[in-house]
């Protein structure tokens, strides 16, 4: 590794994407745009359905309990507890719409919530009869917990295209082979296209963070240094993901395609607009293989309930080891000029 | 003159083509070394192979003197040689500038910036985005980055297509410049007058194989001894155009000799005006339609 010829290589990366005001100015608004519109526009939850939390420390997980008298309303997905304090945090944080306790006959909304007043409507005749109780701590908006997951999303886009598509095109074009014809390694060049998408990734997520912070204040529990060992170890396995994407091929039209094959289930899966709570544990289990949503589910722990590093071991560990497979693989299979 | 690379029985395939066929030559220092032939030859594949980018199906290119002295060419070559591509972007967004900083950070030994700049007359653009670059000056800046870790031998791949005559000429001037100071250099082309300018040495080459080598006057001789003398149509009389068995093009009578004096003083006797007078030789292009019986553009 020669550090002069990495770091010529990284300056010379930056120094592409910040001229290009293009680019530069779609990863700064877009996040913004879509917080502002969540937040003012719809005002509330994204998700199509409603999730109500039954509280029950006999009952066994099945949904169409005799014993309650809301599996009539259709379109709702219920989602057994044994402890009603579990219930409560995860409806403080957006995660369900309602908690009800059936054998204390109490019920409670976040107020906070959009969502959760609808679902308290729809239920009203139902809950006749039940003591209401709003949740306690500090009220987190649906804008805080829709915030890692727009700013993930983010990244995950700028890891994987700005990564992906500027080896294919830099193969395309000719580029990779003229810097082939030089003294310098593949390992340095795709080092420094590593480092440099890591550095630019992080300056525009901590930039639109800390501008929109001035905007809507946001809910944080955790540590911004936390956050931002998550958002590296996050961004890291994106773009290691992106280089395998791109290890070869001299196609746009086909990185396109991949790279969209690998971002929309991130997107939809990796619980960025709403959470997984209740969905089917097959669906849970491969959102797992995804790296969207480790860091999704890392910075939101950080931010709604303060959680450490050590408590978001699992999610660290995944993406350390997911980084570890995408670089891999993309080293074997880097080429600077061949396709498949 | 001393051997600067050695090229043996080179052969590349790929799946069901032979780009280059057995193949071998050698290529003298401090000569301009030019690889001729038609698109699709296997000149670039040729020059590719030498340049250690891609690797043979078999034969051998071994480099006579410098740091990797009798050894066989693979990527380590990249410190010593320079290299031109035929087809090659740069960096957006880069000025040329930093776009020299960047290739010249790659290497060991460089060029100072000023003396590449001055040698590749690049200070009218030095700040200017590489996208906003003409034909003449891209490629003006690709030699640049080509000489700035000082080689001894630069690759030139079709350095000139798709310029206009005059950037062409400035470019050639370019390259005379280079080959004064001893540097040995191999250009590919298909233009055969920037051959005959540039080239002390050339290779034909066609559907793979070599068909003719030598210097462009020894190749010239051997296969041409006649030389093409027209005059306008008006000025020469019938009867003498059919009894020579003359033919007449374009308005003008084309006359085949292989002694110029001779005809000359017979036209004078004929009291022939000589206004007008085109005499020309057979070139390089009229060689290769002489070999191979289809036009080096085609």
Request: hydrophobic share 45%; net charge neutral.
């Amino acid at each position: 590794m020669n550090i002069k010829r990495f770091f010529a290589v990284f300056k010379a990366r930056n120094i592409e994407f910040f001229r290009d005001k293009s680019s530069l100015g779609w990863n700064l608004f877009f996040p913004v745009l879509l917080l502002v519109g969540f937040s003012f526009i719809f005002s509330g939850d994204g998700r199509s359905a409603y999730k109500v939390g039954i509280v029950d420390v006999t009952a066994t997980s099945q949904i169409n309990d005799e014993k309650t008298p809301f599996n009539n309303i259709r379109f709702i997905d219920y989602i057994h507890y044994d402890n009603a304090d579990i219930a409560k945090s995860k409806l403080s944080r957006h995660t369900i719409d309602l908690v009800i306790e059936p054998a204390t006959r109490l019920y409670w909304v976040n107020e906070e919530s959009a969502k959760s007043y609808l679902v308290e409507k729809i239920f009203s005749s139902q809950l006749n009869g039940y003591n209401r109780l709003q949740t306690s701590g500090k009220k987190i908006r649906y804008v805080d917990w829709v915030l890692p997951g727009i700013l993930g999303m983010n990244m995950m886009f700028s890891c994987l295209f700005g990564v992906g598509y500027v080896i294919v095109r830099y193969r395309k074009n000719a580029v990779l082979k003229r810097l082939k014809a030089t003294p310098l390694s593949a390992f340095e060049f795709v080092s420094a296209q590593l480092l440099s998408r890591l550095f630019i990734v992080m300056f525009m997520s901590i930039v639109v963070y800390s501008g929109c912070n001035l905007l809507f204040d946001f809910f944080m529990l955790g540590s911004y240094f936390d956050l931002i060992v998550i958002g590296m170890l996050g961004a890291f396995c994106l773009i290691s993901l992106g280089l395998l994407v791109a290890s070869r091929s001299k196609s746009e039209e086909l990185i396109g395609g991949l790279l969209n094959l690998t971002s929309w289930p991130m997107m939809m899966l990796s619980g960025v607009w709403f959470s997984l709570e209740g969905a089917p544990p097959a669906l849970k289990s491969f959102a797992d293989f995804l790296p969207l949503t480790h860091l999704v589910a890392g910075a939101r722990k950080i931010i709604t309930e303060g959680a450490t590093l050590s408590d978001i071991s699992f999610h660290i560990t995944s993406l350390i080891v997911m980084s570890i497979i995408f670089l891999s693989l993309g080293a074997y299979f880097f080429s600077w000029n061949t396709e498949r | 003159m001393s051997v600067a690379i050695c090229v043996e029985t080179l052969t590349k395939k790929y799946k069901d083509v032979i780009a280059v066929n057995d193949i071998s030559f050698t290529v003298k220092q401090g000569h301009c070394f030019g690889l001729l032939g038609p698109n699709g030859a296997g000149k670039t594949t040729t020059i590719e192979i030498m340049e250690g980018i891609i690797a043979a199906t078999s034969g051998s290119v071994t480099y006579v003197k410098g740091e990797n002295q009798n050894k066989e060419v693979d990527s380590s070559i990249s410190q010593q040689i320079g290299i031109q591509f035929q087809h090659t972007a740069l960096q957006d967004f880069l000025t040329v500038k930093e776009t020299l900083k960047l290739f010249s950070s790659f290497y060991q030994h460089t060029l100072a910036q000023d003396k590449i700049i001055e040698l590749c007359d690049l200070s009218d653009f030095l700040n200017r985005d590489n996208r906003l670059l003409s034909g003449g000056q891209r490629q003006r800046l690709l030699l640049a980055l080509a000489l700035i870790n000082d080689p001894e031998i630069i690759f030139l791949d079709e350095p000139t297509t798709g310029l206009d005559p005059h950037a062409r000429r400035n470019f050639w001037q370019l390259i005379k410049n280079i080959k004064a100071q001893n540097k040995t250099i191999i250009l590919t082309t298909h233009y055969m007058d920037e051959a005959e300018q540039l080239c002390d040495d050339i290779v034909i080459m066609d559907q793979g194989k070599i068909i003719e080598s030598g210097t462009p006057h020894q190749l010239l001789s051997k296969h041409f001894s006649d030389v093409y003398i027209y005059l306008p149509e008006q000025q020469v009389p019938v009867e003498l155009v059919k009894e020579n068995q003359w033919s007449v093009q374009s308005g003008r009578v084309a006359i085949t000799s292989s002694n110029v004096e001779k005809t000359l003083a017979m036209l004078m006797e004929n009291k022939i005006s000589l206004a007008g007078l085109h005499v020309k030789s057979a070139n390089l292009d009229d060689l290769f339609l002489h070999l191979t019986g289809h036009s080096l553009r085609e």
